[in-house]
């Protein structure tokens, strides 16, 4: 462990190791299998590379994106690290070169795309080289319950039959019991130890809005809060990325797009500028994000609902990886639950799927509606407990609460008296009493409910039906169009005496002050720093950067640059005790910054 932690500072300027790593490295290093959960930004990555260091051998890790691969080779040269990829981006030539290097013992890494490793000819090459453990990293693709399913994973088995001595680490920040499952029994990983982070990302700060009439005025001052910073912004649709991308440009933001029907080419000019440049906003389909590990993601914003609370925590996690404070906002309203019910309903597969996936989708309104601190109901989702987190929206301003059992009454009889196959916006009419050819035709101008609920405007009852929506007491029938419909439970509201309680609606004046009072408790920055020296470091930096072809958070994490400028070192040790700062890039830029630092 001595030489763990040596190469830790040495290699990546870190002083301690974080969290469940030190552990889990020394039990890799020792020659163990393990399998890693751990939230996206908790430190992954140390967990192999650092075996990969201190073990004989060179350190293989199965990674899906290829279009990743070339920037984690780069940052790992930046860190002094032997590294190379291979994957069908190679020609012959080049290919065989890093075979040769690998069977020469000159790789302390080599990334592999895992349909070139199921190759006989790369296992083959694998048996002939010396390798120090096998890294199956996004170890998720190999569920075939998630979006991210990738058929080759399934093969990777092999690597257990046939190289039994090596270790195998699998990695994923995706956490539910389903998928866990999963990978130990197909990766056959059962024997090997788990190790499970807490999930909890306390730089993050949750807040969810309900959707008002025009959503991107919302959107657009929520970005205010973030001028100059980099963030994604996520839509559901490609149309509604062509649009806001459009829209937030003609605002004078620095904002692109990114979804699966632009030009690969064009994708992946964006997706290199997102990382290259300073303070981009990435409009996006959830087509964007995997693997993207740019640590300075200042926000991530949902403009409409995603589908699960998975993919809710897995999408804001890529916010603040590098531990500095970051916002995850999502703004949602009835018409994002009906969509996302109707892909449900129109999906394919078994029923068990779209039951599973219906309550998904009723976890995570009902995480929108909920009144108590969202990081508490969110680590609850993933079985872990957490106290109220003092860091979100309802936990720095909490929403008012009304007790609405009576009107809740009126809305499920109305379901009920309708037959049970309306959707929200009818079922509103009734309550209304809106008069019309539809209404008579059905005969629910005739209803004892019909214009029962006069006394309370639309905008509540349509509020109510997601509330009602969300605990679970309505729900949407399959084969209704958005159809509604009373779920079992209803009846303890009905006749049990069972209390509904929801949030007061609020004016925009008041939703305005929430979020005034939200920004006023933003964690102050590093103290003593001298801003006129950061901005000369960052302007370092991004020379460095682009001189590297590296994104600038290679060359150094902003943590870095503002301990850089907060202490002034003086000398190249003082400067080595910075964390981020390691022998490598000492060896490189160590000089320059201590002129830098003389001169201003
Ligand atoms: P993950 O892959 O789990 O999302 P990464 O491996 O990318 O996370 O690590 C997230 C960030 O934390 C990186 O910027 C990394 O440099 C930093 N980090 C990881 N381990 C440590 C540590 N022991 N000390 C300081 N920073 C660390
Ligand atoms: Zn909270």
């Not at 030489?3 to 974080?18: D, K, P």
């Not at 201190?54 to 080779?73: E, K, Y």
């Not at 195998?168 to 990978?183: G, K, N, P």
Request: charged share 25%; hydrophobic share 40%.
């Amino acid at each position: 462990m001595d030489e763990a932690l040596a190469t830790l500072q040495r290699v990546f300027g870190y002083s301690r190791f974080r969290g469940p790593q030190a552990e889990i490295v020394a039990h890799v290093i020792a020659g163990g299998d393990a399998l890693v959960l751990m939230p996206t930004g908790g430190g992954k990555s140390i967990c192999y590379q650092l075996p990969a260091l201190v073990r004989p051998g060179c350190g293989v890790v199965v990674s899906p994106l290829i279009a990743l691969m070339q920037d984690q080779v780069s940052a790992m040269a930046e860190l002094g690290v032997r590294a190379a990829f291979l994957n069908s981006t190679l020609d012959a030539a080049e290919a065989s070169a890093i075979e040769s290097r690998l069977l020469r013992g000159e790789l302390d890494l080599l990334y592999v795309a895992p349909e070139r490793l199921t190759t006989g000819r790369c296992l083959d090459l694998l048996a002939r080289a010396n390798i120090a453990l096998f890294a199956i990293d996004e170890a998720h693709c190999v569920s075939q319950w998630g979006h991210d399913f990738r058929p080759e994973y399934i093969q990777l088995s092999i690597l257990h039959e046939r190289y039994p001595g090596i270790p195998r680490i699998a990695l994923t920040a995706t956490a539910d019991a389903i998928t866990r499952a999963e990978i130990r029994a197909r990766l056959e990983l059962e024997e090997a130890p788990v190790f499970v982070s807490s999930f909890d990302r306390p730089n993050i700060r949750y807040a969810i809005e309900t959707k008002r009439s025009d959503p991107t005025r919302q959107l657009l001052s929520f970005l205010a809060r973030h001028s100059g910073q980099a963030g994604i912004v996520y839509c559901l649709s490609r149309r509604r990325v062509d649009e806001v991308a459009a829209l937030l440009q003609e605002q004078g933001i620095n904002a692109l797009a990114y979804h699966a029907g632009l030009a690969a080419d064009r994708r992946a000019e964006h997706q290199r500028r997102f990382l290259l440049e300073e303070g981009v906003v990435m409009v996006a389909t959830i087509a964007f994000g995997m693997g993207i590990d740019k640590p300075d993601v200042r926000f991530v914003a949902h403009i409409d609902m995603p589908r699960s609370v998975e993919a809710y925590y897995q999408e804001t996690g890529r916010a603040g990886r590098d531990g500095a404070a970051a916002e995850a906002w999502m703004i949602y309203g009835l018409g994002d639950i009906v969509q996302q019910r109707r892909f449900i309903d129109s999906s394919e597969g078994s029923d068990s799927h779209r039951r599973t996936s219906l309550q998904k989708l009723d976890a995570l309104v009902s995480l929108c509606e909920s009144t108590g601190c969202r990081r508490v109901q969110l680590l609850g989702y993933f079985s872990e407990a957490a106290g109220p987190c003092g860091n979100c929206d309802n936990c720095l301003s909490p929403p008012q609460t009304e007790d609405v059992t009576e009107l809740a009454k009126l809305a499920l009889s109305a379901v009920y008296r309708t037959g049970q196959r309306f959707g929200a916006q009818h079922i509103v009419d009734v309550l209304l009493g809106k008069d019309g050819e539809r209404m008579s035709s059905f005969g629910h101008d005739q209803l004892g409910v019909f214009g029962k609920g006069r006394g309370t405007d639309a905008t509540t009852w349509r509020a109510l039906i997601r509330t009602l929506l969300g605990l679970g007491l309505l729900r949407t029938d399959q084969a209704a169009f958005g159809g509604i419909s009373l779920d079992a439970s209803a009846r303890e509201v009905l006749s049990a005496g069972r209390k509904v309680v929801m949030r007061k609606a609020e004016p925009a004046d008041r939703q305005r002050a929430r979020r005034k009072a939200a920004v006023a408790g933003e964690p102050a920055a590093v103290e003593g720093i001298d801003a006129s020296l950061r901005q000369k470091l960052k302007v370092w930096r991004l020379g460095v950067a682009r001189e590297h072809s590296v994104p600038p958070y290679v060359v150094f994490h902003d943590s870095t640059l503002d301990q850089i400028a907060a202490r002034r070192p003086q000398s190249l040790g003082e400067l080595s005790t910075i964390s981020g700062v390691g022998q490598a890039k000492l060896d490189r830029y160590g000089a320059a910054l201590l002129e830098l630092l003389r001169e201003s």
